[in-house]
Structures are given as structure tokens and as C-alpha cells.
RNA sequence: CGGGGUGUAGCUCAGUUUGGUAGAGCGCUUGGUUCGGGACCAAGAGGCCGAAGGUUCAAGUCCUUUCACUCCGACCA
């Protein structure tokens, strides 16, 4: 037990210090290194190789529905992001500019895109001239730029890395449509591939994206109880089109503006992940973006025929999984600690002992479970087992969200609930902007989204003006 | 942006009160013994003490400025 004390020493409890947990964790796990320029980060190897897999999954999904990528300028001239007026008052208090280039001053400074809805009004403006030119279904994969003051690796830093996904449609009900379409490949990727649950909902308008006419939303629970919102996906209507004076020709020969969406995940859902699976002896990776599934580890690798019988495991399980042999010098006790601290959702150990029996031991990471398993059987039982543990992940994180999630009818039980944890609210509203804010101030949780599932009463009514509630809002605090 | 804390070896920190030769543990390198939950011995390498100014015979230590990190609030992917 005094090894498992020095292996937690690393990393603060999260009972003790959840924000220092997560800080600890970060750099333990070898996911970033700090530079020296505030609010952005190096992505490690490690970390990057978790976005990869981000990347290369939703990347063929949006490809499946459709989508190209693209990939437009880093700069964004003054004048163009001041031609939509929500749209720059929303973003102006968070962009960098850039005022000089080389020893000559820029006559018209440039920004450096905190989002580029601007950017593809212009190329859209002229890419688009007949109702045959729609939909034009674009994405990008990039870097955004907004100049936070409090900044955390992952969750909130001043650079960051997404994809924005920019579309055009000829009417409401497509770019609808398109709007929806996405935000459930969002939340199918965070339940099924991050085995983190979600919720979906509308935004209400006061949280709003700069310029959008309706913002939905996935919201997740941390292990802590606070929200994270995890993605999100904007409906634009023709506002954008027609402050950029984006036009088509229709099948009838009339001029019309198109109708236009915005979407976008980033490397927050990073911290999604450690924030929903990790625990106090680490990370704890869902098998389908985690860099390493499965890692041997040999126990006496120094003796004869151990450390060939785990090259030729390697050898034989590449084809079923990403397996790493970990030969190097620590011994097993280190290394067993080390994976679990990187959360490889499967550690294989295999001794002189196993290799007699021809057997192996299998921990996983997510229960602490151990089973003894035929080696032989191994290249049939990984998949199946990866899948299982993507499903055991999820029922955990849905079971704290549960245990954390609460109906009320006034906001006295809030705050009772909140002096013992953070949970989710479920609150009736009367859609008064006015009485969401008198939540937040009183209790502290602000909302986070309209849910689709909605089981309103008749009865309902709202806690804070007593006026008929018209939804049930989910209220939380949130990252 | 408000309030706290911190910058000294790769990491965690001591040394700052009272100015006087740059320290420890871990990690790293080499050799050896170990190996089923963070092993051990020996020898080594590693620093303009966050940065810039100032005070002083002398600054990690005192003064000024600034930058960054971190935690808690307000705002945000």
C-alpha cells in the first residue's frame, strides 16, 4: 500500500482540489507542456495523438453527411468582420490584431480569426450564383484565436484547435435541418466514441452564439458536477447572407438570399475527457481515441522467453487494436502505475508463470478489474472487450450525472442541494430573461440549455416570477 | 478584470525573515543486482535563482517595473 501512496502523491485528490486534480493530470499524463506565452500550450505527443483520433473520426462522419474541408486565411480585415453587428459586438472584446507587418504599419488592421463565419460569407458571396450551387457543405480543421483572461489548458486557452463547419442552404427548413443533423453527430460521437453522455438542447437567448438566430447546444456533466459544454451547432437564418449580400439565382429566376449554419467542436472535448472519466490514480482514456488500447507488460522480462513471448503478442495483436510492448527498464510495479496514470483502458501482463499456462492477465483500467485469459484468445476478446469498456465508461459517467441531476420547483431546494455538491437543475421557466438571471444571481447556476426532452407540466410554473413555466431548462455551473 | 498563491536543476521544493562560496529529494547518464502494484547499490552530469532596471564592496535574498503559471470569483468553445 505505501506504492499506491507514492503513485497518488503525483496527483492531487480530486475530493481535495478538483481544479488542481485537473492541472495535475494534464501534466502528469504528459498531454501539454506551458510556454512561455500565456494561455497556449504545447500539445505533447500524447495529447496530440488523442485529438488525431478526434480528428479522424469526425472527419469521416462529416464526410459521410456530405461535407468538404477547406481551409481559409488566418486573418480577418477590420472591415469585413464588422459587417455583421452582433457578430463583431460579440467577438470584439476577445480578438488579437495584428497592426504591423514587417516595419510598415497595416492601413487597415488585421484580426486573427476568433471564428470565420465572415470569411466564408465572402468566399460565399462568390462562390454562390445559382440555386444549383446549393447546399455548399464546407468544414475546416484549424486554429482560432480568442484573447481570454483566465486561461486552462484545454478547457479555456487563448489559441485553441477545432473545426467550424460553415454551410449554405437554399431554405429555413434544410439549414435547420443541417443545424440538427449535426448536433446529433455530436452528441452520437461524444455517447457512443467518448462514452460521455450528454444533453441536447436549444440555448436560450441570452446565451446565444454573436449573431446566430437559434444556438443549440450538447451539455456534459464532470465528474465534479459542473457543465461542460462539449459542442455546438448555430442556425444563421439569411442574417449572415444578408449582411454579406450573399446571393442566388432560384429554379424561378428570383433573386434570394440562402440560409446559412455554423458548427464546431474544439480540444476542450480533451478536457471533456479527463474531466468526465479521469480519477485519482489519473486519466482514464476511452478506448476509441485512446492513443495506446492495450499495453504488455512483461514481469521478469529479463528472463528467458519472456520478453520474445511479448514481442510476438505484440506482433499478433497489432492487427486488432493499438498495442504497445513497454520493454523499457522500470519495473512492473512502475509501469503498472504509469498506464494506468496515462489511462490505457487495458494493461496485458505477461511472466514466466503465465507463459507456462499459456494464460495472461488483463486489468482494466476504468473498474480496476482484473481476469486471467487464455493468450490465445486474445486477438477475439480485445475488440469485444475495447467495446465493453467504451459501454462501462459511459454507464459510470450517466450514473454520476444521475446521481447529480435534480427537478425542482424552487430555487430553496437549489440551494440545498448545492451546499452538499454541484448537480444539474432541471427548472421551470417562463422564457422571462429577466427571471434567468435572478437564478444565476441568487443561486449561483446559470442555464445551460432548453433540453429537447422536455416534460413540462401544466402545472408548472416558474420559481422566480410564479408565471406559467413555457419549458423545463437545465441550470448548472458550468467551465 | 477583481481576490489569493507561486516563479531557484527536467520535476517537487528548501534557502529570502537577518545580503557574504548554489542546496536536497526525485528524475537523468553509466555500471551492477533486481522484477506478479511506483526496487536497490555505486559513480557521475546538470543552475546568469522568471525578465529588466536600481541600491550595495557584495543581491536568490532589499527596492521598482514587468512577464508567466496556478487557485477562487465575473465572462467565455
Not at 465572402?122 to 480543421?141: C, G, I, M, T
Not at 523499457?328 to 489511462?343: C, L
Not at 451546499?419 to 442555464?447: H, L, M, R
Amino acid at each position: 500500500m505505501s506504492n499506491d501512496k507514492k503513485a497518488i502523491e503525483k496527483i492531487t485528490s480530486m475530493d481535495e482540489d478538483f481544479g488542481q486534480w485537473y492541472t495535475d493530470i494534464v501534466k502528469q499524463a504528459g498531454l501539454v507542456d506551458y510556454t512561455s506565452v500565456k494561455g497556449c500550450v504545447v500539445i505533447c505527443p500524447y495529447g496530440y495523438a488523442i485529438w488525431e483520433h478526434i480528428q479522424r473520426i469526425l472527419d469521416s462522419r462529416f464526410k459521410e453527411t456530405g461535407h468538404e474541408n477547406v481551409y481559409l486565411p488566418l486573418f480577418i480585415p477590420e472591415g469585413l468582420l464588422n459587417r455583421e453587428k452582433d457578430h463583431v459586438e460579440g467577438f470584439a472584446p476577445e480578438v488579437a490584431w495584428v497592426t504591423q507587418g514587417g516595419a510598415e504599419e497595416l492601413t487597415e488592421r488585421l484580426c486573427v480569426r476568433p471564428t470565420s463565419e465572415t470569411l466564408f460569407c465572402e468566399h460565399y458571396k462568390n462562390a454562390v450564383q445559382s440555386w444549383r450551387d446549393l447546399p455548399k457543405l464546407y468544414n475546416q480543421w484549424c486554429n482560432v484565436v480568442r484573447w481570454e483572461k483566465t486561461t486552462r489548458p484545454f478547457l479555456r486557452s487563448r489559441e485553441f484547435l477545432w473545426q467550424e463547419g460553415h454551410t449554405l442552404h437554399a431554405t429555413p427548413e434544410e439549414a435547420t435541418e443541417e443545424t440538427l443533423r449535426i448536433l446529433d453527430l455530436y452528441a452520437d460521437f461524444c455517447e457512443k466514441v467518448l462514452a460521455m453522455p450528454v444533453i441536447r438542447g436549444r440555448k436560450t437567448d441570452s446565451d446565444k452564439f454573436a449573431g446566430a438566430e437559434a444556438t443549440y447546444a450538447i451539455e456534459a456533466m464532470m465528474h465534479d458536477g459542473k457543465a461542460l459544454q462539449a459542442g455546438t451547432s448555430h442556425y444563421f437564418g439569411d442574417g449572415f447572407a444578408r449582411a454579406f449580400d450573399i446571393t442566388y439565382t432560384t429554379k424561378e429566376n428570383k433573386l434570394a438570399h440562402p440560409y446559412q449554419t455554423s458548427w464546431g467542436v474544439t480540444t476542450r472535448l480533451i478536457g471533456a475527457i479527463i474531466m468526465t472519466h479521469g480519477d485519482d490514480r489519473g486519466l482514464n482514456l476511452p478506448p476509441m481515441v485512446a492513443p495506446v488500447q492495450a499495453v504488455i507488460i512483461p514481469v521478469a522480462q529479463h528472463k528467458e522467453g519472456v520478453l520474445d513471448a511479448c514481442k510476438a503478442l505484440e506482433e499478433k495483436l497489432k492487427s486488432v487494436c493499438r498495442v504497445k510492448l513497454d520493454a523499457s527498464d522500470n519495473s512492473p510495479g512502475w509501469k503498472f502505475a504509469e498506464h494506468e496514470m496515462r489511462g490505457v483502458p487495458v494493461r496485458i501482463e505477461l511472466g514466466p508463470r503465465d507463459i507456462e499456462n499459456g494464460e495472461c492477465v488483463l486489468g482494466i483500467r476504468y473498474s480496476g478489474e482484473k481476469r486471467t485469459v487464455k493468450s490465445d484468445e486474445l486477438e477475439r476478446i480485445l475488440p469485444a472487450l475495447l467495446d465493453e469498456i467504451t459501454q462501462g465508461m459511459f454507464d459510470k459517467a450517466l450514473e454520476n450525472r444521475t446521481n447529480r441531476t435534480y427537478s425542482v420547483k424552487t430555487l430553496d431546494e437549489i440551494d440545498a442541494v448545492l451546499k452538499e455538491k454541484d448537480a444539474f437543475f432541471y427548472i421551470p421557466w417562463c422564457e422571462d430573461p429577466a427571471c434567468e438571471n435572478a437564478i444565476k444571481e441568487q443561486t449561483g447556476v446559470g442555464s445551460r440549455c432548453i433540453p429537447f426532452d422536455q416534460h413540462a407540466q401544466e402545472t408548472d410554473v416558474c420559481p422566480v416570477c410564479g408565471k406559467k413555466a413555457k419549458h423545463i431548462v437545465l441550470f448548472a455551473k458550468a467551465y
